[in-house]
């Protein structure tokens, strides 16, 4: 298939090169119109439609819907593992990397090679690997258990490895696509704890999936809201409560609940009740 | 500290050591003493029948009578062994080729899963010794009979066992290898083909069972020149009216079948599934 404007760009700093200081204020991602169906005639099913929505270059933005919403078409969208079929998914940086809700680990590899992977296939020569996996594994605090394999380790270790691993493409931009979803509130809270002080440390844009409402709203600079079926936009909200933050504060208890009303209008909405 | 919890669900995978080796042991036996009860079925049932005079006791001679030959005089049936197990090592190794490369032809390829696929499962219906007298005509008597019906007997195995592994791959490890960059040639490589290895593994224990037979069978139609195989002695025993000399062939020819399956193939199927954690903490 030949590229067309429609279709998903991966915008090189090759090609910024030329605009010059202009680049820095524009979005590191632009959604504009985007509809994106499956199927055809009476199956078609319309999973987004319409979605625009920009991304600053550090920005934490969450994503919530109930399921159905498209949530995670729309960052496969970004991720360019599918094209949309109208509008225009543009990303301006060299990768994006990707976190799923399972870790989606190789078992065939220690917790390193994991990690070392991520590096062979972004082109990092074999001599630099092993020092860089392990920064990585300090980072997420998994330095003693590089030689161990993913079984042996719980799921928030191994969620933790992913984002390692994900965060060894040395992308820009950071997918995560309900990453902590099926981690006990313990685990999670941690790892909330241990994204935020990253993200902060490294200036990574991250576009962050959930349908847990204090989750989206611990974490984001802002909350877009999607309605379902077909997956839109119902509202953004820009959440000014001061980092670090902790999900059980009445701030993000009291932001939270207005969006829960609203999210629970949308359902509603979306179920034709 | 933060991370105790996640460190404890670690440390206690591993025992302490005063307990592991007499876990070892308490493993071993309870590992090994089903195969002594099953040669002890197998000696006594062939016991019995000879004493219950079924068949005339000069055809059935006991089982003493065989096991005593076999320990006293092994150098025949050792050196056959190795002329066989040489045979055999070829035309596996071929098979593996072969298989694997069509294996993974179909795998990929969607038409020729449409093709071929069924001819593979038709293969593998086949039984080996119907290819022997083409083999025969084929290639005269010699190593390329042997591997002819070897490849032919084991190859479809080991390309089921690749097709099937790499259908069942999970696809959230294809997504996960896509997402890292991974692309045609590499991600067949680093994330394909180690993701589907386990069920490969299991394909290459089918095929050595098909290979074996193929390869009696080879051996024992196929009156092959040069080297006596194990087969070969088998079929010069029943001709020289040597009914010890039969049964201590057939004893050598089970036992290897069962150890190369064991010892060879369920050591390395062990080891990936360990690797892998496919193996139940408790019971590995």
């Known amino acids: 298939m030949k590229p067309t404007s429609d279709e998903h760009m991966f915008l090189t700093s090759d090609s910024m090169a030329p605009i010059g200081s202009e680049v820095v204020s524009r979005p590191v991602v632009s959604i504009a119109d985007v509809t994106k169906s499956f199927g055809t005639g009476g199956q078609r099913v319309v999973a987004l439609e ?173 909350v877009v809201l999607l309605a379902s079926r077909p997956g839109r936009v119902a509202a953004c909200y820009d959440v000014t409560i001061p980092r670090p933050r902790r999900i059980d504060s009445p701030e993000v208890a009291t932001l939270a609940a207005t969006i829960t009303d609203q999210l629970r209008e949308e359902v509603r909405r979306g179920t034709g009740d | 500290m933060a991370l105790a919890t996640d460190l404890d669900v670690v440390r206690s995978v591993t025992p302490p050591a005063g307990n592991r080796r007499a876990a070892v042991a308490a493993k071993a036996w309870s590992a090994t003493w089903p195969k002594l009860l099953a040669v002890a079925i197998v000696i006594g049932a062939w016991q019995g029948a000879v004493w219950s005079h079924w068949r005339p006791q000069d055809l059935v001679p006991s089982p003493f009578t065989v096991l005593d030959q076999l320990v006293q005089h092994p150098a025949t049936m050792v050196s056959a062994s190795w002329v066989t197990l040489r045979r055999g090592a070829q035309g596996f190794a071929l098979s593996m080729l072969i298989g694997g490369a069509v294996g993974i032809a179909v795998a990929r390829v969607p038409v020729l899963r449409a093709a071929i696929g069924s001819i593979i499962t038709g293969l593998q219906t086949m039984p080996s010794v119907a290819w022997v007298p083409l083999a025969i005509i084929l290639f005269h008597e010699g190593q390329g009979t042997v591997t002819f019906v070897v490849v032919l007997g084991a190859a479809p195995s080991i390309a089921n066992g690749i097709i099937n592994g790499i259908d069942h791959v999970p696809p959230v490890l294809l997504r996960a290898g896509r997402v890292l960059g991974a692309r045609g040639f590499g991600a067949l490589r680093l994330v394909v083909i180690p993701a589907a290895l386990p069920t490969v593994v299991g394909g290459l224990k089918q095929g050595w069972a098909f290979a074996w037979r193929s390869l009696m069978a080879a051996e024992l139609i196929g009156s092959l020149p040069g080297h006596v195989g194990i087969g070969q002695l088998l079929n010069a025993a029943q001709e020289q009216i040597d009914y010890v000399g039969v049964f201590e062939a057939m004893i050598v020819i089970l036992i290897i079948g069962v ?20 193996i139940d903490a408790a019971a590995g």
């Not at chain 1, 995670?72 to 949309?84: C, F, H, I, Q």
């Not at chain 1, 950071?174 to 790892?191: K, V």
């Not at chain 1, 909330?192 to 200036?203: I, K």
Request: charged share 25%; net charge positive; with cysteine.
């Open chain 2, 259 to 278: 150890l190369v399956d064991s010892l060879v193939f369920g050591t390395v199927d062990r080891a990936i599934r360990r690797r892998y954690g496919l």
């Open chain 1, 50 to 222: 319409g979605v625009t929505l920009d991304v600053d270059r550090g920005e934490f933005i969450c994503l919530l819907g109930a399921s159905g919403c498209g949530k995670s078409t729309l960052l496969n969208l970004v991720a360019g593992l599918d094209r949309p079929t109208s509008g225009r998914v543009e990303v301006r940086a060299t990768r994006t990397g990707l976190m799923f809700q399972e870790a989606a680990l190789f078992p065939w590899l220690t917790v390193r090679g994991n990690v070392e992977i991520a590096l062979k296939l972004a082109g990092i020569p074999r001599a630099e690997r092993r020092a860089r996996a392990a920064a990585l594994l300090d980072m997420v605090h998994l330095g003693d258990f590089a030689k161990r394999r993913p079984h042996e380790l719980s799921g928030g270790m191994r969620q933790r490895v992913a984002l390692a691993r994900a965060l060894a493409q040395d992308a820009d931009v950071l997918l995560m696509d309900e990453p902590f979803g099926a981690l006990d509130a313990m685990t999670r809270d941690r790892l909330h704890d241990e994204l935020e002080a990253l993200w902060t440390s490294t200036g990574k844009t991250i576009l962050f999936v959930t349908h847990n409402v204090r989750e989206a709203v611990r974490l984001g600079d802002c």
